[in-house]
C-alpha cells in the first residue's frame, strides 16, 4: 500500500487465552507477554532491526508502526454449566456492526477521537479492547428461563382432573357392553359360521382402565389422545404405526409413568401462575402436553417401556419441547405480544451490559458505550434503560433489527497490561525473553 500511495488502515486483533484466569496454561502467558513486548517495540520504533543492515531494507520491516489500533480480545473461562464466550463470535458481531453506515460512523469516531490515556502516550502503543453483546441473546436466555417455569406448569396441568367426561360412568358402560357377545362371519365368506368377535381391548377407554386411580387424570386424557392418533397413522404403505399390542404396552408405560409423577408432584411447589391466569398464554400449557407426549410415544424403545418418561430425563424432555414452542409462539402475533409483555427490559439490558464488559484483568481504560437500536425504537425502552444505566451511553440509532451494546475500550498502557499478567503468572516476564523473535534488537522490559 505504501508502494502505491494508498491509504489504509490496519486493526490488529488478538485473542488471549491466558486472560481467561489463572487456570491457564502458563506457555499462552508467555506468549502473550512477549507479544506486547514486540508490539511496544514496533509501534514506537517500527519493525526494524538496531544493527546497520543493508540499504536496501527487507520485505516487511518499516519505521511506521505496524497497526493503526491494537485490539486485546479475551476469551472467558467456563463458569460452572455456563459455555465459555466464543472470542471469535464476539468479532464477528463487532465487525458485523461496521458493516452498517450508522453504527460503522459512531465506532469510528471512537476510534479516531483519542482518549485522555491515549493522548498521553504519543506514539507508544496504547491498546483498546471491545465488547459486544445483543438483547435477542438476552431473549433466548429468556426462554430457557421461561421454559422451566412452563414445564412446571405442565407437570401441574398433567396432575389435574380431566373434568370433560364422567370417566367411571363410560367405563363402566363400555364393560357392560362388552358382556354382551358380538356376532358376526369371517368377512368374505356369507356361507362360513357366525362366530364370536374377540372384544377389543385396545379402546380408548378400555386403555384408560390400565391407568387405574389415575384414570382421570388430563395426563391420562393426553396421552390416550396421542396413543390412539399413533394407532390410527399409517406410513407411506398403508402400514400403521402402532398395533393393538403395542398400544397396550405404550399405555401400562404410561401408567406407570404417571403414579410416579403424581408421586414427585406432592412433593414440588406449585408453579407460577403466569401461563395458567393468562388468557393468551394458557393455551401453551395443553399444547406443551401434547408435543411432550407426543414426541414420547413416537420414541418410546419397547424393548424398555420402563424408560418412557422416566423421572431422570424428564425434565429436561418437557423443557426442551417447551423452549422450541416458545421460540415458535414468540413469532406469532397474539402469543408473541404477550410473551414479550412478560420481557424485563431493565433487567435483560443489564445483563446484556455485563456480557459486553470486558475487563481484561483489570488494567485500566477509559470506556464508551453505544447503545445500537432500530430507528423505530430511538426513543424506546430500552433506549430509556441504558441511559438510566450509563448515562453518558450514545443512543445510535441504525438500520438493524436488534438492539445491541457495543463497549469500546481505549487507553490501556502495555506495562498495566504486563503487570496483570505477572501478577497472575508470576516469573512469566524472564519466560517470555526467550520467546522474543529477534535478536538484533535492543528489546526493552515492560515492567
Not at 359360521?193 to 389415575?214: C, H, I, Q, Y
Amino acid at each position: 500500500a505504501a508502494r502505491r500511495n494508498v491509504q489504509v488502515e490496519i486493526n490488529g486483533l488478538f485473542i488471549c487465552p491466558c486472560l481467561a484466569g489463572n487456570s491457564s496454561a502458563p506457555l499462552p502467558a508467555a506468549n502473550t507477554y512477549a507479544l506486547l513486548t514486540e508490539l511496544n517495540h514496533a509501534t514506537a520504533h517500527g519493525n526494524a532491526g538496531s544493527g546497520e543492515g543493508s540499504r536496501e531494507r527487507p520485505a516487511f520491516e518499516s519505521q511506521d508502526a505496524p497497526f493503526d489500533h491494537v485490539y486485546f480480545v479475551p476469551t472467558r473461562a467456563r463458569t460452572g454449566d455456563a459455555q465459555a464466550l466464543d472470542p471469535l463470535d464476539v468479532i464477528a458481531r463487532y465487525l458485523a456492526c461496521e458493516a452498517n453506515p450508522d453504527a460503522r460512523a459512531a465506532i469510528r469516531s471512537c476510534r479516531a477521537a483519542q482518549t485522555p490515556g491515549e493522548s498521553s502516550r504519543g506514539r507508544g502503543l496504547v491498546l483498546k479492547k471491545f465488547g459486544h453483546a445483543s438483547l435477542a441473546d438476552r431473549q433466548h436466555e429468556f426462554i430457557k428461563e421461561l421454559a422451566v417455569e412452563l414445564a412446571a406448569a405442565v407437570k401441574e396441568y398433567w396432575v389435574r382432573p380431566d373434568r370433560s367426561q364422567d370417566w367411571q360412568q363410560l367405563m363402566l358402560a363400555e364393560q357392560k357392553a362388552t358382556k354382551v357377545p358380538k356376532l358376526a362371519r369371517p368377512s368374505g365368506d356369507p356361507a362360513a359360521p357366525v362366530t364370536v368377535l374377540p372384544a377389543n381391548d385396545a379402546t380408548p377407554l378400555a386403555l384408560r382402565a390400565r391407568f387405574k386411580e389415575n384414570l382421570s387424570l388430563q395426563f391420562t386424557s393426553d396421552a390416550l389422545e396421542q396413543i390412539q392418533r399413533q394407532l390410527e397413522s399409517r406410513d407411506e404403505r398403508g402400514r400403521p404405526a402402532i398395533i393393538a399390542r403395542e398400544a397396550k404396552l405404550i399405555a401400562e408405560a404410561a401408567a406407570a409413568a404417571v403414579a410416579e409423577i403424581v408421586r414427585r408432584a406432592a412433593n414440588e411447589t406449585g408453579a407460577d401462575r403466569r401461563f395458567s391466569s393468562s388468557s393468551a398464554l394458557h393455551s401453551l400449557i395443553a399444547t406443551a402436553s401434547q408435543r411432550v407426549l407426543r414426541h414420547a410415544i413416537e420414541t418410546i424403545d419397547l424393548k424398555q417401556p420402563e424408560r418412557f418418561l422416566a423421572a431422570d430425563a424428564l425434565d429436561p424432555l418437557i423443557e426442551a419441547e417447551c423452549q422450541r414452542l416458545l421460540e415458535e409462539s414468540f413469532n406469532q402475533p397474539e402469543l408473541g405480544a404477550a410473551l414479550k409483555g412478560m420481557l424485563n427490559v431493565d433487567q435483560m439490558l443489564g445483563r446484556t451490559i455485563n456480557e459486553a464488559s470486558n475487563d481484561l484483568l483489570q488494567c485500566g481504560c477509559e470506556r464508551r458505550t453505544l447503545l445500537l437500536v432500530p430507528k423505530a425504537e430511538a426513543n424506546g425502552r430500552a433506549a430509556e434503560a441504558v441511559r438510566g444505566s450509563r448515562p453518558l451511553a450514545a443512543v445510535v440509532p441504525a438500520d438493524v433489527d436488534d438492539v445491541a451494546v457495543v463497549m469500546e475500550y481505549a487507553g490501556i498502557a502495555p506495562r498495566s497490561m504486563a503487570l496483570a499478567i505477572t501478577r497472575v503468572f508470576p516469573g512469566i516476564a524472564d519466560a517470555a525473553h526467550r520467546l522474543l523473535t529477534r535478536i538484533d534488537i535492543d528489546w526493552k522490559p515492560l515492567v
